[in-house]
């Protein structure tokens, strides 16, 4: 049976209209682009030019003599080391921008989140007293910094894991360093002629993944929130009926959040809005796509037009007047696409060039002139527009949950905690939890995984908290709405009922993770559940994985004490060790384990087997939802439209708006 695209009817009407207008989309490109069955499995060494060394066949060794165990697991850590680099680049650069804001050199920007700074401070040891938030704000920012560049010694934010976990990663030596030397270091590894024992090159793959998230993506979390505000729940809308037919339409999309706040600062300006209707619109609507809009939708509430796989379809509406992108998923085809339409590229980070799209790189001191610059240029994109096409699918979400808002609704300024989380677990009311997160991939129907694992995993009293591109597919199908705890388990339901919660928490971007690991490290040491991230009853999953952050994201979870489970298929298909090393290997070693299963069905069973098994590890009452009498009825609200959430198709319903 041929795959089916998407299960989002929105991203099926734009398909016809992108082929129409000869879009190329990543569905297209997908179909036509068979990826190489060697590379994909692991088991192609481009390390150096004497290949690259094939191991098909009867080749069983590089010509080096690196055999396909080594070979898969360099690969592997490669990319780890990519991931990895990524994300704590990120996190660098917004500790840079916190120096800045500190020494007044940011003009428009400024310390939104004072509680946020000196909570931050106490972790990283930085004195607060009566000091300025301006002092204390340099100093945090300088130690940050220093996490980067540091040759020995540790990562100041591994003092914020479990304890037990802690000891783990020292007795096995596994702690980082310093972000940039155990990054660099993996390169060096796996460099032609270095590290050739496949055991030791994925060692250094989890120390290297925990430079990510106990090191930058943690920074680029805390330091997020201290310049931008930490997120609450907040209402907002997805998909692209988000697009207004009669005003000017910005995407912001990527990752970094600073020019992006600047943006939306600018488009209330009452003359920017004037020179907006000089042009004929009726004002300007600022939209975000993957983690940059993340980032936006839960600080402000702006709306999210789609997930990764829908960057070209947004185009093909013709009402994108610009696209500004910073940096990570943005694909090179949008200029393409753009030059179909009238839609203007703009690239805005310093590292990141696209042929032919405009550069406008970011600078902290004249960010505001930068914010504005690009705003007019939108503005004079209106009149250009050729045709529109704007589907009329919208759906409506509560987003926002940080880990300080999900210890804060349980129990208020003065007395939060994890007790009734970690009590509702240990009861049986929640089985366990489960993060699912990462990305799209046109290897697999769009958002189906992601749609069909969190519709039965609530079914089975897991809660689901979420992020980045898998949080956008549960938004666009309705997931993030308190009516859907209607479709969620007994117990579930209870709970969501009376702390007053969606089952699916929407916790930020892909750095955002890192506060995965916060709740995770609340959860553990709340009392009851264990000792260790790896006694909880829970799992991460990414069942649409493309990423290599992605996998990063994966091994720092399993470095940590989680099992983790991949969808789409395997990098490390072609060694059997290697393989069975990052499954029963890591889980002898730290806990966690690393699982790839292309099916969903099977990622859901083996999800709950090891919720149970946990549960009886930890001797707390099976899971039994017969004890947990039906709540009482919830209705779904009217603009919900549910009646295919049990087939194939999860449509909400048109005309929202
Ligand atoms: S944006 S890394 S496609 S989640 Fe963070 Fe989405 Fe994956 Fe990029």
Not at 12 to 24: G, K, T, V
Not at 266 to 289: F, H, Q, T
Not at 459 to 472: E, F, H, M, Q, R
Not at 474 to 488: D, F, N, W
Request: with cysteine; proline share 5%.
């Amino acid at each position: 049976m041929e795959k089916r695209r998407t299960v989002d009817p929105s991203v099926m009407e734009m398909l016809e209209r992108a082929r129409e207008q000869q879009i190329s989309t990543p569905f297209d490109r997908a179909e036509v682009t068979k990826p190489c069955p060697i590379g994909r499995e692991g088991a192609c060494c481009k390390h150096c030019f004497m290949g690259p060394c094939r191991l098909v066949g009867k080749t069983t060794v590089g010509i080096c003599g690196a055999t396909i165990d080594t070979i898969t697991a360099r690969n592997l850590t490669r990319a780890i080391a990519g991931g990895a680099a990524a994300h704590s680049d990120h996190g660098r650069s917004i500790a840079q921008t916190l120096l800045a804001v500190a020494e007044g050199k940011a003009p428009g920007l400024e310390i939104k989140d004072e509680t946020k700074l000196r909570r931050v401070a106490g972790y990283l040891g930085v004195e607060v007293g009566e000091r300025s938030k301006e002092d204390i704000a340099r100093d945090v920012a300088n130690v940050a910094l220093s996490d980067f560049g540091r040759q020995e010694g540790e990562l100041v934010n591994l003092k914020r894991a479990p304890p037990k976990r802690q000891e783990i990663w020292r007795k096995l030596g596994i702690a980082p360093r310093g972000i940039d030397r155990e990054i660099a270091e993996a390169m060096h590894r796996t460099c032609m002629g270095c590290d050739q024992d496949y055991e030791h090159l994925l060692m250094h793959a989890l120390t290297c993944s925990l430079t990510d998230g106990w090191g930058g993506s943690m920074l680029g979390t805390d330091i997020s929130d201290i310049l931008f505000g930490t997120p609450a729940p907040i209402a907002s809308t997805s998909n692209f009926g988000v697009i207004r037919p009669d005003e000017v339409n910005i995407i912001i999309h990527g990752h970094e959040p600073t020019l992006a706040e600047l943006i939306v600062a600018v488009v209330s300006d009452p003359e920017m809005l004037d020179y907006a209707r000089s042009k004929g619109a009726k004002g300007i609507n600022i939209m975000g796509m993957c983690c940059s809009g993340n980032e936006l939708l839960l600080r402000h509430g702006v709306p999210i037009a789609g997930n990764f796989l829908q960057q070209e379809l947004t185009i093909a509406t013709g009402a994108i007047e610009a696209m500004v992108v910073d940096y990570q998923c943005v694909m090179q085809a949008i200029q393409a696409a753009a030059e179909r339409t009238h839609t203007r590229i703009i690239t805005t980070s310093p590292k990141v060039k696209i042929t032919g799209a405009t550069h406008i790189p970011f600078e902290e001191h004249h960010g505001m002139d930068i914010a504005k610059q690009i705003v007019r240029m939108a503005i004079d994109n209106y009149p250009n527009r050729k045709g529109v096409h704007i589907p009329d699918f919208m759906d409506r979400m509560v987003v926002g949950f940080s880990h300080e808002y999900i210890a804060y609704m349980q129990g208020g300024v003065y007395r939060q905690s994890f007790r009734p989380l970690n009590d509702a677990v240990i009861a049986g009311r929640i089985r366990g939890a489960a993060a699912i997160v990462g990305c799209n991939n046109p290897g697999t129907t769009h958002d189906e995984g992601h749609i069909n694992l969190v519709k039965e995993l609530i079914k089975n009293d897991v809660l689901v908290v979420s992020t980045g591109c898998a949080a956008v597919a549960y938004a666009k199908h309705g997931l993030l709405t308190p009516e859907v705890m209607e479709y969620a388990g007994p117990g579930l339901k209870e709970v969501c009922q009376a702390i007053g919660i969606p089952p699916v928490l929407h916790m930020g971007s892909c750095i955002d993770n890192s506060r995965i690991l916060t709740v995770l490290t609340q959860m553990a040491t709340e009392g009851g559940l264990g000792e260790d991230i790896s006694d909880l009853p829970a799992v991460g999953i990414a069942p649409e994985w493309m990423s290599e952050k992605a996998l990063t994201i994966g091994a720092y979870a399993v470095a940590s004490g989680c099992y983790v489970l991949f969808g789409v298929g395997s990098p490390v298909k072609a060694s059997a060790a290697v393989t069975e090393f990052l499954s029963k290997g890591w889980e002898a070693k730290v806990g966690g384990k690393l699982e790839f299963e292309p099916d969903w069905r099977k990622i859901l069973e083996k999800s709950l087997a090891h919720i149970d098994a946990k549960r009886k590890a930890l001797k707390i009452a099976d899971y039994d939802p017969a004890r947990f009498a039906k709540s009482e009825s919830y209705a779904p609200a009217d603009y919900l439209d549910y009646k295919n959430f049990d087939e194939g198709l999860y449509t909400v319903k048109a005309g929202s708006k």
